[in-house]
């Protein structure tokens, strides 16, 4: 069964440093997503991208995050100077274009990100 | 008052029983609604999706939405050790393009 691949399984990083976390969406999929969750509190949505550009973002997601397709199978997460409020999981999601299915979101394993 | 709200439990059932999960909203533009499954520090699942008030059922899920009540239901028949895990809902509609609202998940403990 296809599936959403994220890497690394866990990044730690200092305080300031750039952090790329990477996903390979279902290779039918066209919507591509990121969502983090802080540790004890609900997952939040930060962009969604399709046809190569930021359909919807969050408040969250400032000028310190961008995202990217870089080729025909990754899809990459950026954040330039990280901060102590940063660390959390990143989950990388996808789902089809088409209608209703456009709706149904299949997520990743997710990246721990320490930020020390 | 929360977009979504979900009882953070643990609920503890022991094996075999139903596992009755609920969430409510306030937003009434919401339309498309989920179940998704996640053990502990992994990716959620996604167990169930609907559009449409009534209920579906898949294997032993079924799930409910009384979109006039703003309740969403997931019924668990026969539950196993295996289904001990956090249960979110989540929700979306047209005009939030596809930004997933997430309740903060119930945690449930099947015991053998």
């Known amino acids: 069964e296809p599936e959403v691949t994220q890497t690394p399984s866990h990044q730690v990083t200092q305080m300031g440093q750039e952090v790329i976390l990477r996903c390979v969406p279902i290779?039918?999929?066209?919507?591509f997503y990121w969502y983090r969750q802080i540790l004890g509190q609900k997952v939040e949505f930060l962009v969604s991208?399709?046809?190569?550009?930021?359909?919807?973002k969050s408040e969250i997601f400032d000028d310190q995050f961008s995202v990217e397709r870089p080729d025909g199978s990754n899809f990459t997460l950026k954040i330039r100077s990280t901060k102590l409020e940063d660390s959390a999981m990143y989950f990388c999601?996808?789902?089809?274009?088409?209608?209703?299915?456009?709706?149904?979101?299949?997520f990743g394993p997710g990246t721990r990100l320490t930020v020390t | 008052q929360k977009e979504v709200e979900q009882d953070p439990g643990p609920l503890s059932v022991p094996e075999g029983a139903i596992v009755s999960l609920n969430c409510t909203y306030s937003?009434?533009?919401?339309?498309?609604f989920m179940w998704y499954r996640q053990y502990s520090r992994k990716g959620p699942e996604l167990l169930m999706y609907t559009y449409s008030s009534g209920n579906k059922e898949d294997g032993r899920f079924t799930a409910q939405v009384d979109k006039s009540s703003k309740y969403i239901s997931l019924f668990i028949r026969d539950s196993q050790p295996s289904d001990s895990a956090t249960y979110l809902c989540a929700m979306t509609s047209k005009a939030a393009g596809n930004k997933l609202t997430f309740g903060g998940g119930t945690r449930v403990l099947v015991k053998p």
């Open positions: 991208f399709y046809n190569n550009e930021i359909s919807e």
């Open positions: 290779s039918n999929h066209l919507y």
């Open positions: 999601a996808s789902s089809h274009a088409s209608g209703t299915y456009s709706y149904e979101q299949y």
């Open positions: 937003n009434s533009a919401f339309q498309y």
